[in-house]
C-alpha cells in the first residue's frame, strides 16, 4: 500500500483566509484624504500641553479654537509610497481615537469641485442637476468597456454622437444594411444624445455617461415601423453582441403577459442571464377624446415585462409628468419634461394622431438652428434638451432641441446604470435594479405613482462602487440565510497560472491566485458546455446546479473538467468540448457502483464533492470523493484505495461536521485540494455556511462563515 496523508490529506488555495484588518469606519470607499494628517478635537478639560508632549513626532496646529491639525513629522523619506503614506496616517488616526482625551478625531478628507461638462448648451439642460449628475461625474464619467444599445430609429450622423458609438451595429429591418435612420422623425438621436452624447468636445449638450460606448439598433423608423420580430431579435443581437443595457424608449399599450408576448419575455430573460439589464418607458398616457390621460404602467409593454426597469418622467418642478404612466410598479422616476400631449383627428387617415401644437415638442437651441418646416416645434423649453437631426425633407441639419416624453426619462437610467457598472462591471442586474430604486429621492407629492421616487446618480453610482458581487451576494445567495458553494475547482496550467471556478446559485465565478475575479459572473445555462450538458438534466423552473467540478492538468492531455450534476457525469477539454461518455449514470461506473452509489438508497447516486489530483509521488493520479456523510480514495486505475465516514477523521469531525444539525449526516457543500507552488498542500472545505482550511499537516488555518471570505461575498 503506498503511502500518502489520509483523504489526500489536503487541499485549497491559500487566498482566502488572510485578510486586512478592517479599516476606521469613516475610511471605506474611494475618499481621499491629506497623507499624514488628522483632524483632532481635544476634550474642554484636556491640558493640550501635556497631550503634545505625550505625541512623539507629531505636530499640533491650530488654525481655529474649534479643533487642532494633527500632523506626522520627518515624513519625506516615506511620502513617494503612497501605500505607507496611508497606512501610517491611518495608524496615527487609530492612535488618537484611543486616547482619553479626544473628543474625535478624523482624517483631512479632500474634496474636488464638481465635474461640469464645457459643452456650451450644458447650462440649459436642467433635468441632470435634479438626478446629481455632476457629483456622479465625480466618480466616473464612464467606461467605453460599457456598451449601451440603444433600440430605436437608428442613427442620423448627428457630430455630437460622432465616435461615441460602436463599430457594431444591427438593422432590425434591413439585416447587414447600414443602421441609419432614413425616417422624418429622429427619435433615437435624441434619446442617443441624453444617454451618451459627447462631453468636452465644444458643440452641443452632454450624455449622462458619456465615457461609455453606445451601441446602435434600429428596430424601426417612420419609413418602416416598429414589429414584435424586430424588437425580439434587436433584443437578442445586442445581448449576443456584448451590450451591458438596453435602452427601450417605446411603448404598447398593452400588459406584458406570458399569453400575449411569449416571445418578448424570452428574449428578455435570455438577456438579464447575461447579465443585460433592460430599461424602457413607462408610456405617455392614452388619447382621451384630444386630451391625454396617463395610465398604469402594469398595462404598457415593454415596461411591464419581468425584469424591465420601467421609467415613469419628471417635469422641470421635479414633479411627475402630467403625460406619464404612473402606478406603484414603476421602476423609478427620471427627468422627461413638463406639457401634454394633444390629440388631433387626422383627415387623411381617419385616425387621431398627437397634434404638432403640444407643447411636449419645444424649442430649437443652438447654432444651427433646426428648420422649423418641419412643424411640430413650439416656442418651449419644458423637455430634455439634447441633440436632433431635421427630416430628410428639410435637409438632414443636425440641430439641438427640448423634447418631453418618457422617451426622454428612459436614457438618463440607461445612462446612468452605465455608470454603475463603469465603477462595478459585475454587478447582477438584480443588483443594479435595487439600487436604481433604492437610492432614489422621494417624491412625497406623487404618493405611489412614482414608484421608489426620482432618480439618484450620484447615490446609484457611489452605492455601486461598495457592493459586493460575489457568490453570497447573488441574486439568490443575498436572499440565503447561508451561503452555500455547490463547487470550487483549481486549474494550474504549465506555467503556474491559477484560476479558481466556483460554482453557486446556478452561476459561475472565476479568480485568479491574488482572489481577484477574472471575466464577469455567467449563469451556467449560458456556457454551452453546461446548458448543452448538466443543465438539460434541471427540473423545469430549477436553477441549474453542479455539484462537483474539478480540474487538473491531465499529463498528456491538458486541461481537463470533470463535473457531476444530477447522478451524471461530464467531462471537457480546454474549448469546452465534451469527451466520450458524457451524461452517462455515475452508478454506470464500476467504482462507483460498488462505492459511493451504494449508499444512495435507490435514488439517484449524487457526489457532494469530487476531487482528482496528479501525484507523482504517490503513483500518479488520485481521485476523491465525498457523498453520503463518508469519503472514498480511488487510483488511477479505479482500485478502491480507503473509505471511512468523514467524523472518522478528526479535522472534519471537530470543523465542518461540528456544524450540521443534530443527527444529520455530515455533508460538505465544496472541497477542493490543491498543491501550492512550494509544493505544499492546502484543503479548503465548504460547509454549513462556513469555510474551512487546513494546511499540508492538517492544521486548522481558517474557519469563518463563507460571505466573510473577500472573494466570495
Known sequence: MKSFPTLLALCGLALAGGTLAAPPPDTTGNLRFVPFEVIVKFKPDARRSATASELAGVRLTTNTPHFDVATLENTLPLRKDMQVAKSETLALLAKLRRRHDVEYAQLNYLFDFALTPSDPLYPQQWHYPPIGLPSAWNLTVGSSAIPIAILDSGRSGHPDLNGRWSPLEYNAPAPGQPATDNGSWRHGTHVAGIAGAAAYNGIGGSGVCFGCTLMNVKIGDTTTGLTMARIVSSIDWATSNGARVI???????????????????????????????????????????????????????????????????????????????????????????????????????????????????????????????????????????????????????????????????????????????????????????????????????????????????????????????????????????????????????????????????????????????????????????????????????????????????????????????????????????????????LSSVTRYANGPCLYAGGAPCRFDTRNLLDAPEWGGLYESITAYGRYWIFDSIGNMVESNPLLNVPRYASGPCAYRPAGAVCSFDSRELRRLPSGAQVETVTAYGRYFEWDGSGNLTVNQTVNTIPRLR
Not at 446 to 460: D, M, V, Y
Open 247 to 585: 435602452n427601450m424608449s417605446f411603448e404598447s399599450g398593452a400588459a406584458c403577459t406570458q399569453a400575449s408576448y411569449p416571445a418578448l419575455r424570452a428574449a428578455i430573460a435570455r438577456a438579464r442571464d447575461h447579465g443585460v439589464n433592460l430599461v424602457a418607458a413607462a408610456g405617455n398616457g392614452t388619447r382621451n377624446g384630444t386630451g391625454n390621460i396617463p395610465v398604469s404602467v402594469d398595462n404598457v409593454t415593454p415596461a411591464s415585462c419581468p425584469g424591465v426597469i420601467s421609467v415613469a418622467a419628471s417635469d422641470r418642478n421635479n414633479a411627475l409628468a402630467l403625460y406619464s404612466n404612473r402606478g406603484p410598479n414603476i421602476g423609478v422616476t427620471a427627468p422627461g419634461g413638463g406639457g401634454n400631449f394633444i390629440w388631433r383627428l387626422d383627415p387623411g387617415s381617419g385616425h387621431y394622431v398627437v397634434d404638432g401644437a403640444s407643447p411636449v415638442y419645444g424649442n430649437t437651441v443652438g447654432t444651427p438652428a433646426c428648420n422649423t418646416g418641419d412643424g411640430a416645434f413650439n416656442a418651449n423649453t419644458l423637455g430634455a434638451l439634447s441633440a436632433w437631426t431635421t427630416s430628410p425633407a428639410s435637409g438632414n441639419g443636425h440641430c439641438y432641441r427640448h423634447l418631453s416624453g418618457t422617451s426622454m426619462a428612459t436614457p438618463h437610467v440607461a445612462g446612468t446604470i452605465g455608470l454603475m457598472l463603469s465603477v462595478n462591471p459585475r454587478l447582477f442586474p438584480e443588483q443594479v435594479t435595487s439600487l436604481i430604486r433604492g437610492t432614489a429621492s422621494p417624491m412625497p407629492a406623487c404618493g405611489s405613482n412614482c414608484g421608489p421616487g426620482l432618480l439618484n446618480a450620484f447615490g446609484a453610482v457611489n452605492a455601486a462602487l461598495s457592493t459586493t458581487t460575489g457568490p453570497c451576494s447573488s441574486p439568490a445567495g443575498s436572499a440565503s440565510k447561508l451561503c452555500r458553494i455547490d463547487s470550487i475547482g483549481q486549474y494550474v496550467n504549465s506555467a503556474g497560472t491559477l484560476v479558481e471556478s466556483v460554482y453557486a446559485y446556478g452561476y459561475l465565478w472565476q479568480f485568479n491566485a491574488a482572489g481577484t475575479q477574472i471575466g464577469t459572473t455567467r449563469k451556467l445555462t449560458t456556457l454551452p458546455r453546461y446548458a448543452n450538458g448538466p443543465c438539460l438534466y434541471a427540473p423545469a423552473g430549477q436553477t441549474c446546479t453542479i455539484d462537483s467540478a474539478t480540474v487538473l492538468d491531465y499529463p498528456g492531455f491538458g486541461y481537463f473538467e470533470s463535473v457531476t450534476a444530477y447522478g451524471r457525469y461530464w467531462n471537457f477539454d480546454q474549448n469546452g468540448n465534451g469527451l466520450a461518455g458524457n451524461g452517462s449514470l
